[in-house]
């Protein structure tokens, strides 16, 4: 179960510090945290990860919209509904974004193109980066009841909960933990 934040109402906390199977990821220097809160008008998403010097950025500006986001590295959040439905967030160092809805495995049913987010990144931290990014209540599920967080960077993926199957496969939104998001 992902962790309640004490003292903040409505939020949680997730480490993600394992790699997709299970087993740990010795190398801390690539753990990376994410606080959920829950807002008015949608969820607040921020994400704490390390920043490589070989870090695997798109030729894209800074706070913009990138499909194929995957591809580079990134931090992955997945909110499920009691429905199936999904939404995926996908969060990168270089300051790119993308937010995604499907409504079946893999089947995208919205991909926001043309809607703007509100979405910060930021290098303050030595060998950090930050991005917090605004969810509306409409880019995600109405009812959430699962969630799960990855993060792909140096040739490794990570989870904060692990998935099944002989390769990293995030699309397996009935295998995460259950957990408490409501609008």
């Known amino acids: 179960m992902a962790q309640i934040i004490p003292n903040v109402p409505d939020s949680l906390y997730f480490e993600i510090d394992k ?6 990821c010795a ?20 994400v704490h990860a390390p920043q490589l010097s070989n870090q695997r950025i798109p030729d894209a500006p800074h706070d913009t ?13 997945f909110f499920v509904g009691d429905d199936g439905t ?3 967030v996908e969060l990168g160092p270089g300051g790119n974004y993308l937010v995604l809805q499907f409504d079946g495995i893999r089947h995208r049913s919205n991909d926001w193109e043309g809607r703007e987010f509100d979405h910060r990144n930021s290098t303050s931290t030595p060998g950090t980066w930050q ?20 993060l792909v960077m140096d040739g490794k993926y990570l989870a904060w909960n ?7 496969d995030f699309h397996q939104p009935d295998t995460f933990p259950d957990v ?4």
């Open 180 to 183: 408490s998001i409501a609008e």
């Open 19 to 24: 790699l997709w199977d299970g087993r740990l």
């Open 131 to 150: 991005s917090i990014i605004q969810l509306p209540w409409d880019t995600l599920p109405r009812h959430i009841v699962r969630a799960n967080a990855f």
């Open 162 to 168: 692990p998935i099944p199957g002989d390769k990293p």
């Open 27 to 46: 190398n801390e220097a690539l753990h990376a945290e994410v606080w959920i809160t829950k807002r008015e008008a949608g969820l607040e998403v921020r």
């Open 86 to 88: 999904y939404t995926e």
């Open 65 to 77: 919209r990138v499909d194929g986001l995957w591809d580079y590295d990134v931090v992955e959040l």
